[in-house]
T-cell receptor
Framework: DAKTTQPPSMDCAEGRAANLPCNHS???????VYWYRQIHSQGPQYIIH???NNETNEMASLIITEDRKSSTLILPHATLRDTAVYYC???????????FGTGTRLQVFP | KAGVTQTPRYLIKTRGQQVTLSCSPI?????VSWYQQTPGQGLQFLFE???????NKGNFPGRFSGRQFSNSRSEMNVSTLELGDSALYLC??????????????FGPGTRLLVL
């Protein structure tokens, strides 16, 4: 399984865009990039995933570089409730096994 | 539609005992995975079940076992508990394992404290 590298922590002002980077330079061709987040003491929550195209849903946007070696999760208008640990995960096509790294602790401040 | 439910939510056991945790997936979901979360090791994959078969197993000792029933409900068992087994145990379900890439939905977890 490919490994990911994320900054340990980031701050973002409420209402501004939060851009969370992730490096996955050893990703394989059949591996997807997933983002989950975990709000304190709750189970992780799915945010978005992609293979090679940029993706957008009601929660966030995912930008994957052309060489697929890195990606950025964008929360367009961060709120205080977005304060959480964000995990970037690469996962093989044929399994539900997720390898969580240490994630990025995003603190949204007023 | 109800989410993933886990029982019990909190549990206190003593060293040497065994424990069984239960997970009910979202209705219609057939794949269930288990994870252990500790402050020191973070979130670690335990096992993955689909159609009552274990498809994948993480790097945990044989004291950790699991099973899945025909209704997709799953249980995990930890025997001969050690202090280091104190953790949040999370269950996740997804619609179908394998062919289609899909999302996993996590339950609230069972917090186990071993004294």
């Amino acid at each position: 399984d490919a490994k990911t590298t994320q900054p340990p922590s980031m701050d973002c002002a409420e209402g501004r865009a939060a851009n969370l980077p992730c490096n996955h330079s050893t990703i394989s061709g059949n591996e997807y990039v997933y983002w989950y987040r975990q709000i304190h003491s709750q189970g992780p929550q799915y945010i978005i995933h992609g293979l090679k195209n940029n993706e957008t849903n009601e929660m966030a946007s995912l930008i994957i570089t052309e060489d697929r070696k890195s990606s950025t999760l964008i929360l367009p208008h961060a709120t205080l409730r977005d304060t959480a640990v964000y995990y970037c995960i690469v996962s093989a096509y044929n399994t539900d096994k997720l390898i969580f790294g240490t994630g990025t602790r995003l603190q949204v401040f007023p | 539609k109800a989410g993933v439910t886990q029982t019990p939510r909190y549990l206190i056991k003593t060293r040497g005992q065994q424990v069984t945790l239960s997970c009910s997936p979202i209705s219609g979901h057939r794949s269930v995975s288990w994870y252990q979360q500790t402050p020191g090791q973070g979130l670690q994959f335990l096992f993955e079940y689909f159609s009552e078969t274990q498809r994948n197993k993480g790097n945990f000792p044989g004291r950790f076992s699991g099973r899945q029933f025909s209704n997709s409900r799953s249980e995990m068992n930890v025997s001969t508990l050690e202090l280091g087994d104190s953790a949040l145990y999370l269950c996740a379900s997804s619609l179908v394992a394998g062919e289609l890439k899909k999302t996993q939905y996590f339950g609230p977890g069972t917090r186990l404290l071993v004294l």
